[in-house]
């Protein structure tokens, strides 16, 4: 008997259909050694050893489905240049499906550059355009999702606030996989959480939680009260409060909140460490989990993923 095979929920993720939709991103690394600091200015000179590449974002939530053997059908935008292109032949190369991926001429691939130092990261470069779609992009893109909705088990949305999942583009996309019963899994950004209502599972962390809320989190009784208000924000959907050493904390129903420890044991990154919760929450919820074991599973998938450096992906073995 493998290793996936011995949990029966891992066992079914294999071949499970999912919708991506959300913001991706080309990962980018500088990876080298500093022996010095410049004359020019007081920063370190990095010797520049290796480069490397990664699915970010959105695209990162459907490279952890192809890890865990789903099947992933990304829906975003992606601008007409070179990292564009990269994080297509990405994407192809483990078999994620991105022909949902718009190309547009006046709008750059969103690109995160990492300057890795002695396994320390020394500067990040960002290149990207937050401005909200045009109507017309919009309608393409909620065009090739409701193509393909009815062909998939769940949906995930990954908003890391880049301009593809406006407030339409949200309720639109939670509204088709509502009529098809699909389960819908959020990784939300910014303080509009009502664009939100309606999907199955919401999951915050802390940070955002105290944005949206205006106040700050200390202790359990102030993480009960918070889990509380979300859900009302969201109009009685489920909300998995993502805590990092604190673990996770899931609202559901009229029940207790369920507290899941966090089991990580060495934290070198926590990139896309939301990413990979995001993938196993709907891989588990598109294999008839309860919310309770996908947050379970989830939490032993974050734990992993922190133990590697740079963005990364988590494998069925593994978990």
Same mark, same amino acid.
């Given at each position: 008997?493998?290793?996936? *095979? ?6 079914? !993720? ?22 010095? $600091? ?34 992933? !059908? ?24 991105? =022909? ?8 750059? #691939? ?5 300057? $890795? ?10 290149? %990207? ?19 393909? /909705? ?23 996309? $939670?509204? !088709?996989?509502?009529?098809?019963? =699909? ?16 999907? *199955? ?5 802390? =940070?955002?939680? %105290?944005? /949206?809320?205006? /106040? ?15 859900? %009302? ?30 089991? +990580? ?5 926590? *990139?896309?460490?939301?990413? #990979?919760?995001? +993938? ?11 919310? #309770? ?17 740079? #963005?990364? *992906?988590?494998?069925?073995? %593994?978990?």
């Amino acid at each position: 008997m493998t290793e996936q *095979t011995k949990n029966p929920l891992l066992s079914s !993720f294999p071949g499970k259909n999912i919708l991506v939709i959300g913001d991706v991103m080309l990962d980018e690394y500088v990876w080298g050694d500093v022996h010095r $600091i410049s004359p020019e200015a007081p920063v370190p000179v990095v010797e520049v050893q290796r480069r490397s590449h990664a699915c970010g974002g959105a695209a990162n939530v459907a490279a952890n489905v192809a890890s865990l053997k789903g099947r992933a !059908f990304v829906a975003s935008v992606v601008g007409e240049d070179s990292q564009g292109l990269r994080l297509r032949e990405m994407l192809a190369e483990i078999g994620v499906d991105a =022909k949902g991926l718009l190309t547009l001429d006046d709008r750059p #691939t969103s690109s995160k550059l990492r300057v $890795i130092a002695h396994s320390q990261q020394v500067v990040r470069v960002d290149s %990207e355009q937050t401005s909200a779609l045009l109507q017309n992009e919009e309608d393409d893109l909620l065009g090739r999702v409701e193509e393909r /909705i009815s062909d998939v088990d769940a949906c995930a949305i990954s908003d890391y606030g880049k301009g593809v999942v406006s407030p339409r583009v949200a309720r639109l996309v $939670i509204q !088709f996989a509502r009529e098809q019963n =699909k389960p819908v899994v959020v990784d939300p950004k910014g303080t509009d959480f009502s664009k939100y209502r309606g999907a *199955t599972l919401v999951t915050p962390n802390v =940070k955002e939680a %105290e944005a /949206i809320l205006g /106040i700050e989190l200390r202790g359990e009784q102030a993480i009960a009260d918070a889990g509380r208000s979300l859900r %009302e924000v969201l109009d009685g959907g489920n909300v998995l409060l993502t805590r990092g050493a604190q673990g996770m904390s899931l609202f559901s129903g009229s029940a207790q909140p369920r507290h899941i420890p966090a089991i +990580a044991k060495n934290v070198y990154d926590v *990139t896309g460490a939301g990413d #990979t919760v995001l +993938a196993v929450l709907t891989l588990a919820l598109a294999s008839g989990a309860s919310l #309770t074991d996908a947050a379970k599973l989830a939490n032993v998938a974050a734990g992993l993923v922190v133990g590697k450096l740079g #963005t990364s *992906t988590v494998t069925l073995s %593994e978990l």
